[in-house]
């Protein structure tokens, strides 16, 4: 199963992540299928997350499960709402 998921970047104490694709079973910092994004906790609201929306959309449409902390941010971003209602249509 395909997750989207946080990756851990930068040094002790400053963290910055990545939104991944990955294998549900692969580890944290492991090998991604794709990079869909950013985020950076420690910026302002408005700089702190980059999303590629076109690539998430398609993952979520083919049965990729973001984690509760991704879809928090997707679900913020307005991203969720959008694979929501294109759901709705089919």
């Known amino acids: 199963?395909?997750?989207?998921?946080?990756?851990r970047l930068g040094r002790k104490k400053v963290p910055f992540y990545?939104?991944?694709?990955?294998?549900?079973?692969?580890?944290?910092?492991?090998?991604?299928?794709?990079?869909?994004?950013?985020?950076?906790?420690?910026?302002?609201?408005?700089?702190?997350?980059?999303?590629?929306?076109?690539e998430i959309l398609r993952f979520l449409s083919n049965g990729a499960q973001p984690t509760e902390t991704v879809k928090s941010i997707l679900t913020k971003a307005g991203v969720w709402e959008k694979f929501q209602a294109t759901k709705k249509k089919k």
């Open 1 to 7: 199963m395909v997750k989207l998921r946080l990756t």
């Open 18 to 54: 990545r939104i991944a694709a990955m294998e549900a079973l692969t580890q944290r910092d492991g090998k991604a299928i794709a990079y869909l994004g950013t985020y950076n906790p420690l910026v302002e609201e408005d700089k702190q997350v980059v999303l590629k929306e076109e």
